[in-house]
T-cell receptor, first 115, second 108 residues
Framework: DSGVTQTPKHLITATGQRVTLRCSPR?????VYWYQQSLDQGLQFLIQ???????AKGNILERFSAQQFPDLHSELNLSSLELGDSALYFC??????????????FGQGTRLTVV | KNEVEQSPQNLTAQEGEFITINCSYS?????LHWLQQHPGGGIVSLFM???GKKKHGRLIATINIQEKHSSLHITASHPRDSAVYIC??????????FGTGTSLTVIP
């Protein structure tokens, strides 16, 4: 158990809908990362938050947004869903100071299926 | 062009064999990560390196910053090592770049 909790584990929804994925980081970790893993594109970094602020942005679509709350949990919002958004979405957390890389601990992922 | 290249893509080994997975990268990095993903989908961070060598049990990871290359070695491989091994790097802007993974199967 990594200590990172993601909910829900599975999600099936229709095209055009909006979903929210939730991540609770390990106790004490200030950084949360979101990743997308699809069959045709492998793992891709979406976005990172550190202590409530956006720290780094990857290949995140404009239809997607994220935030980190004062209690440090994070939510990834996916809207106007398309079939191609079907993927595993991972959250990871780390204790990270400014300018430092530290080991990341991954949640079990949310498997999103868009039908 | 991928910023991170891994080889081989697929690897089958007999139990007990010594295994090496290679990773080359083309960007300046602050750290390199080796990740393990089991068939159930969960990802485990094995190592984070910025220089030198690290060892955890039968796993050894090395990095050569000048050559922009890292290797993951598994000694005395076991069927439970069967998984996808992913190399990832973070640059100084905290951007992550992932390799496409090496699928390892260890046969008893």
């Amino acid at each position: 158990d990594s200590g990172v909790t993601q909910t829900p584990k599975h999600l099936i929804t229709a095209t055009g809908q909006r979903v929210t994925l939730r991540c609770s980081p390990r106790s004490g970790d200030l950084s949360v990362y979101w990743y997308q893993q699809s069959l045709d594109q492998g793992l891709q970094f979406l976005i990172q938050y550190y202590n409530g602020e956006e720290r780094a942005k990857g290949n995140i679509l404009e239809r997607f947004s994220a935030q980190q709350f004062p209690d440090l949990h994070s939510e990834l919002n996916l809207s106007s869903l398309e079939l191609g958004d079907s993927a595993l979405y991972f959250c990871a957390s780390s204790v990270e100071g400014p300018g430092r890389s530290t080991e990341a601990f991954f949640g079990q992922g949310t498997r999103l299926t868009v039908v | 062009k991928n910023e991170v290249e891994q080889s081989p893509q697929n690897l089958t080994a007999q139990e007990g064999e010594f295994i090496t997975i290679n990773c080359s990268y083309s960007v300046g990095i602050s750290a390199l990560h080796w990740l393990q993903q089991h068939p159930g989908g969960g990802i485990v961070s094995l190592f984070m390196l910025s220089s030198g060598k690290k060892k955890h049990g039968r796993l050894i990871a090395t990095i050569n910053i000048q050559e922009k290359h890292s290797s993951l070695h598994i000694t005395a491989s076991h069927p439970r090592d069967s998984a996808v091994y992913i190399c990832a790097v973070t640059n100084t802007g905290n951007q992550f770049y992932f390799g496409t993974g090496t699928s390892l199967t260890v046969i008893p």
